[in-house]
């Protein structure tokens, strides 16, 4: 049961808070009830770090930024865009937060496979440390966020990007779904949703050895085989796309 809330206004405050018993940190507003053992809600609205921008050749996106303005940033890549509105429906877009997307780190997030794809890595600040981490490492070892504060993630820009799904209808989420990008250096990275227990990136020659689980909507060889076929249609549309 929330006994406490609190709305720190500087970042100090914030992870002080986070390091007590009990602590949630808000990171969308339809994440709280998920905590059975919360007791203090921190909410970050205050903390100003809802901006996205250019910094240092990359995109800076703050945790508190919601999927409806990354969607519809003008200086947001266009796959980034296009996922971002994918994510929830549009009433959960204006609230749900990329920092709460990167805590639920649902193996389905489409958005989470996008930023794979575009090399993301994510600010992490904890007891009175502030560290960069792929977002890659943060997702397949999820007690680098634990008790801390997600600051903003940062993405690459530029480049040839594609993205191929599969689900039981258009508008369900995907079984399976690939994302590809092909950097202005000619380097390729993919990330996949669905194939385990979170989304994985990946070069292309390593899809073969994907083992994924089995559920109702697919096998673990159904799985393996959409990761492989819509792989192969990625490449081939980032092997002669436009820049974008």
Known sequence: MITQ??????????????????????????????????????????????EIEVSGGALRIGSMATLANLSSSPITPPMISELASREEPSTIRNVATIGGVIATNDPESELLAGLLAFNASVTIARAASIHDHPLEAALRNPQLIEDSIIIDVSIETGGISAAHRTGRTPMDRPIVMVVGRKDPAGHTRIAVTGVDSHVV?????????????????????????????LTKRVLADISGGDLG
């Open 5 to 50: 809330y609190q709305r720190p206004t500087t970042l100090d405050e914030a992870v002080a808070l986070v390091g007590g018993p009990g602590a949630f940190v808000i990171v969308e507003g339809t994440a709280l009830n998920a905590s059975t053992d919360a007791t203090m809600a921190i909410d970050l609205q205050s903390l100003g770090l809802d």
């Open 201 to 229: 990136a990946m070069p292309p020659g390593q899809v073969e050895a994907l083992d994924p689980p089995t559920d109702f909507r697919g096998t673990s060889q159904y799985r393996k085989v959409l990761a492989e076929v």
